[in-house]
């Protein structure tokens, strides 16, 4: 629930500073590592957006794939979970690289502009 509402203050946000007043698409990266579930997050999203700018908006959420460097074979590798073992040597000391975040990539606002969030700091 607290991801959900984290997001719906992102489009606050956004709004605030942008002017926009309703949003009708929100497309989320999320990285297969982040420990998210996904059902969860859509559900928890729902829930939060009524009464909102939000109200009605279609959440999309796009999979990056996690990745780790092999320390072993010197390699970067997909990994399906974080201390796996190296698909390519079968080697323990993968460390992720990649695939743990979870960001807001767009906005689709209303009147068909898109606002991309501004990165941080």
């Known amino acids: 629930m607290s991801l959900a ?3 719906l203050r992102i489009i606050e946000d956004q709004a605030a500073n942008r002017g926009f007043r309703r949003v009708l698409r929100v497309r989320l990266e999320i990285g297969e590592l982040a420990g998210v579930e996904v ?3 859509r559900f928890a999203f729902d829930a939060v957006k009524n009464n909102s700018l939000a109200q009605g908006a279609v959440l999309e959420i796009e999979a990056a794939p996690g990745e780790g460097w092999c320390m072993d ?3 970067t590798v997909l990994i399906a979970a974080l201390y796996a073992d190296c698909p390519a040597c079968g080697g323990f ?4 690289t990649g695939g743990m975040e979870m960001r807001v990539v767009d906005l689709e606002v209303d009147g068909g502009a898109a606002a991309a969030p501004e990165p941080p700091g």
Not at 93 to 96: F, M, P, Q
């Open 5 to 7: 509402e984290g997001i």
């Open 39 to 41: 059902d969860a997050l």
């Open 93 to 96: 000391r993968v460390r992720a």
């Open 73 to 75: 074979c010197a390699a």
